[in-house]
Structure formats: C-alpha cells, structure tokens
C-alpha cells in the first residue's frame, strides 16, 4: 500500500513569486506519481506525472516537479505564479506492478495575490 | 465529447432519503471508481470496479452501494442518506493493464444532506 503526505494545506503566494508544494510518499515498490490540480468548482485535472526516465517532469503552463527516490519526494515547483494558477493541488502515488488503485494527499490550496 | 459525464451536479436530500449518482464514460475504460471529497480529508476511495460485473470496496464503503452492468455505466446508490455523506463526489475511470495512464475525472456531483 502506498501513502501520500502534502503537510502544507494552504500556500499564500504573491504574483510573480516563486513557490514550491511539497509532497512526500511512503511505499513498500516503486512508484508511479502525479500532481493533479482542481480548479475551483471542477474536476481534477491531471497537471504532470513521473513514470521513469529524467527524474524532473515538467508541464505546459510552466510547474515542474522532481522525483527524489532517496527523499521519497515529488515536490512541485513554478518560478513565477500567476493569478490563475489559484487552485488546489494534489499529489498522487500508485505502485507500478499493476493495478488502478490512485492514492491521493490531502491536497494543498494555492492562492495567489497581487 | 469523450469523457466522463456525472449527474447530478448538486443535490440536496433529506436525511434517511435515497439516491442514485450516475457516472457514465464513453472511452471504453475498464476501471471505474468513485472518490468522495472532503476538506482537508483530499479524495477517499468509495469503490471502484476493474470491469463489467466485478466491483470491490475502497477506504470508505459504508453507505454505499455500486454496480457495473456495463463497461459505460458505474451508478453510486445511497441507500439512506445521512449528514455525514454530506461531500463532493467523483468518479473517475482509465485504462487498465498499468497504472501510469492516469484518471480521467468527472466533474463532481455537490451532495448535501439535511
């Protein structure tokens, strides 16, 4: 079974600021992860993942995250937030021997002010 | 347009009343799963289903029934609503065979129990 920890529930960021969103994981096998986001009032939308290969994935609204296997972390960062990255994010893990079964965090809301 | 389509998107029921969430996909997805949404609580798994006719229980199944008659369809039924089933409910469903296709999320059904 896996676990998913984002100790920050909110993060109060001004525009144009950096910011990073912090997720760590426990599991027993190796991981698949995901940062999802949730726009207010819709569903989740899957924001970037990690499979395998280069450890730093990045998205097309410019957020990237890097998997740490030694710090069993997959913190998501961008280098200058806009006012409509206000969301909330998760983190998610599933194990990579098959199986659907997605674990999520509690979640982390970004909100970004002028 | 491909997806996944819930209904309704809000509700109010009286306490001990039942209901059906519908969540139907038309991307022939083999994995179909209901989350409940709570804040600070992130996404629970409800129950989920790994084909037509086959369903099992996730983290928090009491009060909730399912099936999956067809690969399309995956109704969540509460069989007598109470408070605590107060929540923003998603279905979600993917692909099967791995786990690094991610969820395709609905857009939620609101339910409120009074």
């Known amino acids: 079974a896996q676990s998913v920890t984002q100790l920050d529930s909110q993060v109060p960021v001004f525009e144009e600021a950096p910011v990073e969103l912090r997720c760590n994981y426990s599991s027993s096998v190796s991981v698949y992860l995901f940062w999802y986001v949730q726009y207010p009032n819709q569903g989740l939308q899957l924001l970037l993942k990690y499979l395998s290969g280069s450890t730093l994935v990045e998205s097309i609204n410019g957020f990237e995250a890097e998997f740490n296997k030694s710090q069993t972390s997959f913190h998501l960062r961008k280098p200058s937030v806009h006012i409509s990255d206000t969301a909330e994010y998760f983190c998610a893990v599933i194990g990579t021997g098959g199986g659907n079964k997605l674990t999520f965090g509690t979640g982390t809301q970004l909100k970004v002010e002028l | 347009n491909a997806g996944v389509t819930q209904t309704p998107k809000f509700q109010v029921l009286k306490t001990g009343q039942s209901m059906t969430l519908q969540c139907a996909q038309d991307?022939?997805?083999?994995?179909m799963s209901w989350y409940r949404q709570d804040p600070g609580m992130g996404l629970r798994l409800i129950h989920y289903s790994v084909g037509a006719g086959i369903t099992d229980q996730g983290e928090v199944p009491n009060g909730y029934n399912v099936s999956r008659s067809t690969t399309e369809d995956f109704p969540l039924r509460l069989l007598s609503a109470a408070p605590s089933q107060t929540s923003v409910y998603f279905c979600?469903?993917?692909?099967?065979?791995?786990?690094?296709?991610?969820?395709?999320f609905g857009s939620g059904t609101r339910l409120t129990v009074v």
């Open positions: 979600a469903s993917s692909r099967t065979g791995t786990g690094f296709y991610g969820y395709t």
């Open positions: 991307m022939n997805h083999e994995y």
